[in-house]
C-alpha cells in the first residue's frame, strides 16, 4: 500500500509539459514519471463532468454529473454541482473508505458533504451576486457554504486559511487550496489526498487559450506544487507517495458568443422579462461552453425548438445537433436534455435571450468568453495524466481516458476495488490500451 497524492491542474494541456518541464516542481515530478498524453476525455467537456469521472472512473451516463451547473434558467444556472450526492457511483474516495484509509481532499469538484472524505474542503463558493458584491455580505456567506460542505477537521483548515480567500478568484483560491494541502499533509498525513487548482484555466478563460498570462499560471502552479512537494516530505511520505497531476480538459478559441435562445425566445417557447431575465419557459438551452444542451418541459415542444435553431445550421453556425441518444451512444454522456447543439469552429453559445443572435465573445461567463471548452472530446487540445512514485514505469504513453485515471491510480497505491465494476482500465497492468511511445525529450 502506498500513499496517493492527486493535483489536477485544470485546463493543463499536454503541450504545456514542454513549458513547465524546467520549473523546479515540475521537472521534479516529470523526470521519474509515466505521461499518458492526449487524454480522451467526455462530453460535454466541462470541469465537473472530467472530475466526476476522474474521481471514479466511470462514464458520465454512469457517474450522473451532465454539466457543472445545475439547469436554472431563471439565475443562469447559479449553482454548480458541488454536492457529493450528485454523483450515483463510487470514487477513490469510498474505495479508500471502505479499506479503512484516511482520506482528504481539499477543492475537488463534487465533493461538499462526502461522508467518504475524513478531511474535506469542498470547492464551493457564494454564487449569489447580492451577496458576493459586498465584503460585509460575502465572509458569513462563504462561512456558511463552507459549513455545508467540509468536514469538521476541513471547517477547521477553511477557519485557519479563510483569510486567503477571495470567493472563487484566483489565484487567490490555489493560495488558500496550497495553505489548507501544506497544513493537512502536516497534520494528518492522510493517505489518499486530491486537490484541484484552477488559475491556469482562469487565465485562458479571460485572456485567451495562449495568452502570456497563462505562462504565468503555470508558474503560480509550478509554486504550489513545490509547496505541497516539501509538505511530503517533511511529512516523510513523499518516497511512498504515488503522485498524480491530471489535466481535465482543452480549450478552444472564441471570438462571437451565439446566443440561440434568442430565436427560442422569438418563438415563443420562452418568457423573457424587459431586462433579459427568463420568467418562464418551455424549451431552453443551458450553454455548456462551445456546445448546447436543449431542455424542454415537455417532448411536445421539441420540434418547434429544433425548428427555431433550423437557421443556425444553415448557415453552419450550429455544426453539429445531437440526439440524446447519439450523446450517450458516442459519448457515454448523461442528462435529461433532448438533444445538444455544437457552435461552429470560433463560436461559444450564450444564455441571452434578447437582443443580438451573435456578439463578440467577452469574460463577463466562463461558458461563452474569449477561450473556453465544453466542446466534443476530440476537438481542441487534450490534457496530459501524469503520474509517478513507486511502481511506476517512466515514459511516454498515448491511448489513455479520463476513465482509465481512477483505476490505474488506485491499483499503484494498492486501494483494492471492484475492477469490474468500473468503466474505465488500469494502464500500468500488462496489455492494457495505453500504448509506449519514444521517449525523445
Ligand atoms: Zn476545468
Given amino acids: 500500500m502506498h500513499n496517493l497524492f492527486v493535483m489536477s491542474v485544470d485546463a493543463l494541456f499536454t503541450d504545456n509539459l ?13 523526470g521519474r514519471a509515466a505521461i499518458y498524453e492526449d487524454v480522451y476525455c467526455v462530453y460535454p467537456t466541462l470541469t465537473y463532468v472530467c472530475h466526476a469521472s476522474i474521481m471514479s472512473g466511470f462514464w458520465p451516463e454512469r457517474h450522473g454529473v451532465p454539466h457543472n451547473q445545475i439547469l436554472d434558467p431563471a439565475t443562469q444556472d447559479r449553482a454548480w454541482y458541488w454536492d457529493y450526492t450528485s454523483l450515483h457511483v463510487p470514487t477513490v474516495f469510498d474505495w479508500a473508505h471502505l479499506a479503512k484509509l484516511t482520506t482528504a481532499s481539499v477543492g475537488w469538484p463534487v465533493t461538499a458533504g462526502a461522508g467518504s472524505i475524513d478531511h474535506n474542503v469542498p470547492e464551493v463558493w457564494v454564487a449569489d451576486p447580492a451577496l ?41 483560491l490555489d493560495e488558500f487550496d496550497t495553505a489548507c494541502n501544506v497544513d493537512l499533509i502536516e497534520r494528518y498525513r492522510p493517505n489518499v489526498l486530491f486537490t484541484h487548482q484552477a488559475t491556469l484555466d482562469h487565465a485562458r478563460h479571460a485572456h485567451g487559450v495562449l495568452a502570456p498570462e497563462v505562462q504565468e499560471a503555470l508558474r503560480l502552479h509550478d509554486g504550489w506544487l513545490q509547496q505541497c512537494i516539501a509538505a511530503l516530505k517533511r511529512a516523510g511520505t513523499y518516497d511512498d507517495t504515488v503522485f ?31 431586462d433579459g431575465s427568463v420568467l418562464g419557459w418551455r424549451a431552453y438551452l443551458q450553454s455548456s461552453g462551445v456546445s448546447g444542451q436543449l431542455y424542454a418541459r415537455d417532448e411536445k415542444d421539441c420540434p418547434a425548438a429544433r425548428d427555431a435553431l433550423q ?26 436534455f433532448a438533444f445538444m447543439v ?36 476530440f476537438r481542441g487540445d ?16 498515448a491511448g489513455a481516458r479520463l476513465i482509465d485515471e481512477a483505476p490505474t491510480m488506485m491499483s499503484l497505491a494498492g486501494i483494492p476495488f471492484n475492477a469490474a465494476l468500473l468503466d474505465g482500465e488500469d494502464l500500468a497492468a500488462a496489455g492494457s490500451r495505453a500504448v509506449s511511445l519514444p521517449n525523445d525529450w
Fill in 244 to 274: 498524480v497531476i491530471p489535466g481535465d480538459h482543452g480549450h478552444v478559441r472564441v471570438d462571437y458568443k451565439l446566443s440561440p435562445n434568442v430565436l427560442l425566445a422569438r418563438a415563443g417557447l420562452i418568457d423573457v422579462a424587459e
Fill in 132 to 172: 458576493f458584491a459586498s465584503p460585509a455580505s460575502l465572509g458569513p456567506a462563504l462561512d456558511e457554504v463552507y459549513r455545508h460542505g467540509c468536514s469538521p477537521s476541513g471547517w477547521e483548515l477553511y477557519e485557519a486559511h479563510r483569510g486567503l480567500l477571495d470567493n472563487n478568484r484566483t489565484p487567490a
Fill in 18 to 30: 514542454a513549458d513547465v518541464r524546467h520549473l523546479p516542481g515540475f521537472a521534479e515530478i516529470l
Fill in 311 to 336: 437557421p443556425l445550421i444553415d448557415q453552419g453556425l450550429i455544426s453539429d445537433v445531437l440526439t440524446y441518444e447519439d450523446v450517450r451512444e458516442q459519448f457515454h454522456g448523461t442528462g435529461t
Fill in 342 to 377: 455544437e457552435a461552429a469552429p470560433n463560436y461559444g453559445i450564450g444564455s441571452d435571450c434578447a437582443g443580438e443572435l451573435v456578439t463578440p465573445a467577452g469574460s463577463d461567463d466562463y461558458r461563452y468568453a474569449v477561450s473556453t471548452h465544453g466542446h466534443l472530446p
Fill in 382 to 397: 487534450k490534457p496530459p495524466f501524469i503520474v509517478a512514485g513507486p511502481g511506476v514505469v517512466p515514459g511516454r504513453y
